[in-house]
């Protein structure tokens, strides 16, 4: 069974299809016949796990009842999140090879507004889905600590998250936002 990344961490349920043995209306013949399942993944199930449910398997060719469903897991790798990244003029992007990406953080984007006066944003955490809030005056790369929102631990508890904040700049402005915000520059020159 193919399972997405995020469900084999925190667990949940999957639809599995497959073809089934299954007993006709009259007893006594064999039909097969496409079935739909949605398969409970327990938190922490790693690729090569073995899944079993009762009674979801072939039919007994003697009358018997149904076998068991043995499934196979398969995690896949969450695809990555899409994002944009702009570079000063003449600058040489940073290229990282080899490390994988921290587990124990999220990138949260946050408006140039919001950095500056506050607000909420939303996240998605391994925990679910929550509104974080943003302090006022927050820098660009400043991380906030998200107690017992990460990855499960062995001992049923959920690890710390942090989200580090990612400054977005618009990229159109009209005239009166440019007016704006070239008076809020002049009225802080630092």
């Known amino acids: 069974a193919d399972v997405p990344h995020d469900i084999a961490e925190r667990g949940g349920t999957v639809p599995l299809q497959y073809k089934r043995l299954r007993r006709s209306d009259d007893g006594h ?7 739909i399942y949605d398969l ?4 922490q199930t790693p690729s090569g ?3 079993r449910v009762r009674s979801m398997g072939d039919a007994s060719p003697d009358g018997g009842p149904p076998g068991d469903l043995a499934c196979t897991v398969r995690v896949i790798p969450a695809p990555p999140r899409p994002g944009r990244m702009r570079m000063p003029r003449g600058a040489d992007p940073e290229i990282h090879t080899g490390a994988p990406p921290d587990p124990d953080t999220v990138h949260v984007s946050v408006r ?4 500056i006066l506050g607000g909420r944003v939303e996240v998605d955490t391994p925990a679910g889905r929550l ?7 927050t820098d660009s790369g400043t991380r906030l600590r998200l107690r ?6 062995a001992d049923g508890s959920r690890a710390d998250l942090y989200a580090e904040v990612r400054i977005t700049v618009p990229k159109i402005l009209d005239a009166e ?4 915000l070239e008076r809020f520059a002049e009225l802080n020159p630092e």
Do not use: F, K, M, Y
């Open 148 to 153: 017992g929102r990460g990855a499960l631990q």
């Open 40 to 43: 409970r993944v327990p938190p």
């Open 49 to 51: 796990a073995e899944l």
């Open 131 to 137: 509104r974080l809030t943003i302090p006022p005056g």
């Open 177 to 180: 936002s440019r007016e704006l």
């Open 112 to 115: 140039v507004i919001e950095a």
């Open 29 to 35: 013949t064999v039909i097969s016949c496409d079935e």
